[in-house]
Structures are given as C-alpha cells and as structure tokens.
C-alpha cells in the first residue's frame, strides 16, 4: 500500500498525516450532519473517542487516511479516506483505490475538493500499484458528482440502493477512473 508520510503543500491548504490532535475535529466532522447525510447518516455519525484515536493510530501506521488543513488558519477542514480493493472489471482481476473526502460545510463550493483530490490523486499516480480509483458518492449530492465529472472520473453501471445502518436509503452511483502507471 502507497503511504504519504509527508505533506502535499497546495497554495491555501496542505494534505498531511492524522495527528492526535485531529480527535476532536474528526468527531465534529463526522457528527456533522450536514457532512454525513451524504453517506446515509444525516443525524450523524457518534463515535466513542477511544475509537476515533485507534483509528487515528492505524492511520499513523501506514493507512492512507488524510487530513485537509487551511494553510492560513492552520486547522483542519476535512478528511480524505483511502483504502485497496480487488475487484472484477471487464472480466479482469483489477486493484482499485478507493477514495472517499469529506469536509466542513463553510469550506464547500471553494474548490477545495477539487484542488486536494486532484494533487492526491496526482501523487498517487506516481506511485501506482492500482489500476482504478474509485469512488461512490449519494448520486443526490450533485456537487461531488459534479466535482468528480471534472476530475475524469464516469460513471459505471447503474446506481445501487443502500441502506445505513440508521435506516436510511441513499442511492450511490459507481465512479472510476483509470490511474496512470509509472515506471
């Protein structure tokens, strides 16, 4: 698995590891309903503060699991997740990063999520041992889907139905792009 262990330093934002200090951030992120009606929990997601720091730890070992930060007022903004998957495309065995991003409502519309998915995905890129980046966002949620047209990325097979675990349905379209390799 790609690990950045250092920062992507954008003009107004940098792209860096978790820290402990990313506790609470991450919990207000995540029980921001606003942010995770998006992803089917539109009251939120609770999570215990022990929970938070194991995966803060497990992030700090070796995920890909980052932080957004505005450079200027040096506080976190959002998160991106990241994680490999092998999957069958085309009757092929391909590996696919998948991406998710997530990120505090006053900082959308300023494409910043465009911005840090493009430089991610442009680092990753050189470092590729995947073939796809994938992505699967509320097909409702017209800026990511808008957003993700515009980094590259269509549409593939038709939108599923998923249910949260509080009972929501939300309708998650498939998004793949191909990743560059190099040598």
Not at 33 to 53: A, C, H, N, R, T
Not at 73 to 95: A, C, F, Q, S
Not at 152 to 167: H, T
Request: charged share 30%; proline share 5%; hydrophobic share 35%.
């Amino acid at each position: 698995m790609f690990n950045i262990n250092h920062k992507i330093d954008l003009d107004d934002i940098i792209i860096r590891p978790p820290k402990s200090s990313d506790l609470f951030f991450l919990r207000n992120l995540w029980e921001n309903p606003q942010v995770m009606s998006y992803v089917g929990f539109p009251k939120g997601l609770k999570q215990s503060d022990e929970k938070i720091k194991n995966w803060i730890q497990n992030w700090q070992k070796g995920g890909l699991h980052l932080i957004i930060e505005d450079k200027k007022e040096i506080k976190p903004i959002g998160e991106i997740g990241y994680r490999l998957e092998e999957k069958r495309l085309n009757n092929h065995e391909r590996k696919f990063a998948v991406l998710d991003i997530k990120m505090t409502p006053n900082y959308w519309g300023k494409g910043i999520g465009f911005r840090t998915l493009d430089a991610l995905i442009k680092k990753l890129d050189q470092n590729s041992n995947f073939d796809y980046y994938e992505l699967t966002p509320n097909v409702e949620n017209k800026r990511a889907m808008n957003l993700y047209y515009k980094l590259g990325f269509k549409k593939s097979g038709k939108p599923e139905v998923w249910k949260s675990p509080q009972g929501i349905t939300i309708v998650c379209q498939l998004m793949i792009k191909k990743a560059k390799k190099h040598k």
